[in-house]
């Protein structure tokens, strides 16, 4: 116990002495590339008199830990019912009023993941889980524009031709034009040279198109290239990739890939398509968009999906059962997820992305030893700068689903992991006081030096106790660790005064973390880079 008030105490002196700096960086105490041995986590000593502490040590976060609480890992920590505090100086404000989220268990341990292999058989499995013995297409060729394709991409140029609008082609709207200089506007495409090109690709595009059946492997897609369009092998040595499309029975198409790259070493989406040329795009939107008018209401969008949230559970428990993934994950979290559709029309008339349909999407993740992997959307795998060209950046393992009463809309499932040796059984970890400490002081830094903004406001109203795997690029980018981390979510608020024009964005995601702090030694890891 003595160690570990030395340590925060460091800590905190760190941090205050950062706070009183005239320019400080993005985030301060950030775990370096090195620094995530497995020395840095050690054995709890879960004495008695470790776990019996006053309510009056906890006044300056909540007013105490309910002492009615059963669960230990709670009472250990000295996590409160609601984490409540306040701040502000200058622009900065901050105020909480959180649920505290502690998972019911006794002890955590460290585990060493390392990344799953992207086998055929995991592939063979996808495949079968969510097509059956239906006949797989080289996305490749069949997502090609055909003749009708071509011929109603021509049709429509002539009629804006004849209209006098979009004199630079599709992807310019009347509106950009004051935009663009006499020098953009001279080397860019014309309407005309869009029509040229249309001319000349009707006589070479299929009648029909190319429905090539194919096995989907790694590695395995074609696409037309060269003078004469001939088909070409696609591999670089660097990335491997597939494409395929797949025609239901019930004239539902969906579009397959699969990607082996650098950052990504297993990537698999399967989307629904409107059409062969037409697509669409789902997201959780953020709570603000469903609250404007871009959107219909919470309730219309429910309405929308045809499906309760526990019916779209119930489906994508049933594709997690047949991918063999039940006993690893569970359902965390199952939200509102709106489509959008682009055209090559609306692009050019201004009107950018037409809202289509709801959907509920259902979140996955792992779970070990009754503990769980923190539901975060941060993909992960970005580089320190531009200028890094050595780190090999590692993306998280993600799993996720859309669905509604037409069925499933999307599937995507991302670098998956093996869970090999516990590294420490019961991890020694900082009181949630001391951890709340840190992130108050943190925050404040992370929105110091905001040279244009007049207003930096965030609102807590969740926080959550859980795995994160963290790993170290500069030794091994296929290999980490599951370590507990505390995050923390709510709305954060932005006004800005940029040369006079005002305006402010509101962030209120909630799966979007504000801050990440190690419950072990109170580092806060980036989650764009995964340390």
């Known amino acids: 116990m003595q160690n570990r008030k030395i340590k925060f105490m460091g800590l905190a002196a760190a941090a205050l002495a950062l706070v009183g700096c005239a320019k400080t960086p993005d985030q301060a105490v950030v775990r370096q590339k090195d620094d995530n041995s497995i020395a840095q986590y050690q054995e709890a000593d879960t004495t008695e008199a470790d776990t019996k502490k006053t309510a009056s040590e906890n006044d300056d976060v909540s007013g105490g830990q309910d002492e009615s609480s059963t669960n230990a890992l709670a009472q250990r920590l000295q996590v409160p019912e609601r984490y409540t505090a306040s701040d502000s100086e200058g622009i900065y404000k901050l105020s909480c009023d959180a649920q505290v989220i502690v998972p019911d268990v006794e002890k955590v341990s460290v585990w060493k993941v390392s990344q799953r292999e992207f086998s055929q058989e995991l592939i ?8 059956g013995d239906q006949p797989v297409y080289n996305g490749d060729t069949y997502f090609v524009e055909t003749k009708e394709d071509v011929l109603e991409k021509l049709d429509r140029y002539k009629a804006w031709q004849a209209e006098g609008s979009h004199p630079y082609g599709p992807y310019v709207s009347e509106g950009d034009l004051p935009y663009y200089t006499e020098e953009d506007l001279a ?32 590695g395995a897609s074609w696409w037309i290239g060269g003078e004469n369009k001939e088909k070409q092998y696609n591999q670089d040595g660097e990335t491997k990739w597939f494409s395929g499309a797949v025609e239901m029975d019930d004239g539902t198409l969906y579009d397959y890939r699969l990607g082996n790259r650098q950052d990504m070493p297993m990537e698999i989406k399967i989307q629904r398509k409107k059409g062969r040329q037409e697509g669409v795009s789902w997201h959780t939107p953020d709570r603000n968009e469903i609250a404007s008018n871009r959107l219909p209401s919470p309730e219309e969008l429910t309405r929308m999906t045809g499906i309760s949230p526990e019916e779209a559970q119930a489906m994508t428990d049933a594709y997690m059962e047949k991918l063999g993934l039940s006993e690893e ?12 559709r682009i055209t090559e029309e609306m ?12 959907g509920w999407q259902v979140d996955y993740t792992r779970d070990v030893g009754g503990f769980p992997v923190t539901d975060e959307e941060n993909f992960g795998g970005a580089l320190q700068s531009m200028d890094d060209t050595t780190t090999v950046p590692w993306c998280y393992e993600r799993v996720e689903f859309t669905v509604n009463a037409e069925g499933l809309q999307n ?14 059984e019961n991890v020694e970890m900082l009181s949630f006081p001391e951890v709340a400490g840190i992130f108050e002081q943190m925050l404040r830094i992370k929105s110091a030096d905001m040279e244009y903004s007049t207003l930096s406001e965030y609102e807590i109203d969740r926080v959550q106790l859980g795995y994160m795997r963290i790993y170290d690029p500069g030794t091994d980018s296929r290999s980490g660790l599951l370590v507990p981390v505390w995050d923390f979510f709510g709305r954060h608020t932005d006004e800005y005064d940029y040369e006079g024009e005002t305006g402010s964005s509101t962030v209120e995601r909630p799966q979007n973390s504000f801050l990440t702090v190690n419950a072990a030694d109170g580092t806060v890891i980036d989650r764009n880079l995964g340390y």
Do not use: H
């Open 187 to 218: 080397t860019m495409p014309t309407l005309q040279d869009y029509i040229d090109e249309c001319e000349q690709s009707y006589a070479d595009a299929p009648e029909e198109p190319d429905r090539s059946e194919v096995t989907p492997a790694l």
């Open 347 to 358: 692009a050019a008339d201004g009107s950018g992305t037409q809202f289509e349909s709801a």
């Open 329 to 340: 994950f569970s359902a965390k979290a199952v939200n509102l997820s709106a489509s959008w």
């Open 411 to 424: 599937a995507t499932i991302l670098n998956l992991y093996d869970v090999k040796e516990q590294q420490v």
């Open 124 to 131: 063979d499995r996808v495949t079968e889980t969510f097509f």
